[in-house]
């Protein structure tokens, strides 16, 4: 019995410095353990690419929402049918804050690009001058439209913003002919365009060609060849279109699917003075 109980005794006194041990790993050990982490992290400079890139968070929209958006702005503003109402045209626009906005949809002078940077006029009247080349090379414009040169034209930058939804806005540049130098020859020049900003798209034109007549213009092959052009759906034939509409006789209206309904775009021209536009306002 006395041999059973040293026997105890022996293994007890064995077990202490276990005890001790693992008390001690429980108490030190994670606080060790992070230290040897942090050296592995801290003192040291690790790169990693993120997409954010410099312009933050953009709500993405669609084609046929820009559309839309621009749209429903456009139609909210006094805009000229064609160079033919230039002597109405007013600067009504002004630098506001969407904030201080009334109603739903609103043209804002925008001097900052997406990303937050100023820019001059020259990137707007270069990125014109892609779009017209384009519209060029699919048959929408006649070749003969010439160039832009930036002391002809001027450029103005907008945000076209569904003022409930801030988040959804389109940037674009208003790119028109100085009607002041009435000495200037309009033909075959670009008169007005509303060009996006981001992409470089032509959203809308007015411009002077060579073309006479109205018989001559395939407004269907234009509408066609644009809407491929914009990334849009097939167009649809216009029901019910007013010829009251338009100052001008000549002219055929398409829809597009929009955000909440259809977006009108018509195709037209104006005789006598050899205009041909297509515009997506009203």
């Given at each position: ?261 259809s977006t009108v775009v018509t195709v037209g021209f104006y005789e006598g003075i050899n205009e041909l536009f297509l515009k997506i306002s009203r």
């Open positions: 019995m006395e041999k059973e109980n040293k026997k105890k005794t022996k293994i007890n006194f064995l077990l202490i410095p276990l005890a001790v041990a693992i008390t001690g790993l429980a108490v030190w050990g994670p606080e060790a353990l992070a230290r040897y982490r942090d050296r592995g992290i801290l003192d040291q400079l690790k790169t990693q690419e993120i997409e954010t890139g410099t312009e933050g968070y953009r709500y993405a929209l669609s084609s046929g929402e820009k559309l839309y958006i621009l749209s429903k702005c456009l139609n909210n503003q006094i805009q000229p049918e064609s160079d033919q109402n230039a002597m109405t045209r007013t600067e009504d626009a002004v630098n506001l804050d969407y904030q201080d906005l009334t109603g739903t949809f609103a043209m804002v002078v925008n001097r900052k690009d997406s990303s937050g940077q100023e820019v001059s006029e020259s990137i707007g009247v270069e990125l014109c001058n892609k779009g017209i080349g384009e519209l060029k090379e699919l048959g929408i414009l006649p070749q003969s439209v010439k160039e832009l040169t930036e002391n002809s034209y001027s450029a103005v930058m907008y945000s076209a913003i569904d003022v409930p939804e801030p988040r959804n806005n389109v940037l674009v540049w208003k790119i028109s002919l100085d009607t002041e130098k009435q000495t200037m020859n309009r033909a075959n020049r670009l008169l007005d365009a509303y060009v996006d900003a981001d992409t470089g798209k032509v959203y809308e034109f007015y411009v002077r060609t060579e073309i006479s007549r109205w018989e001559d213009v395939d407004a269907d092959a234009i509408i066609q060849a644009w809407a491929q052009y914009m990334e849009l759906e097939e167009p649809e034939d216009y029901q019910g279109a007013n010829p009251l509409s338009e100052t001008t006789p000549y002219f055929k209206k398409y829809s597009f699917v929009g955000m909440e309904g």
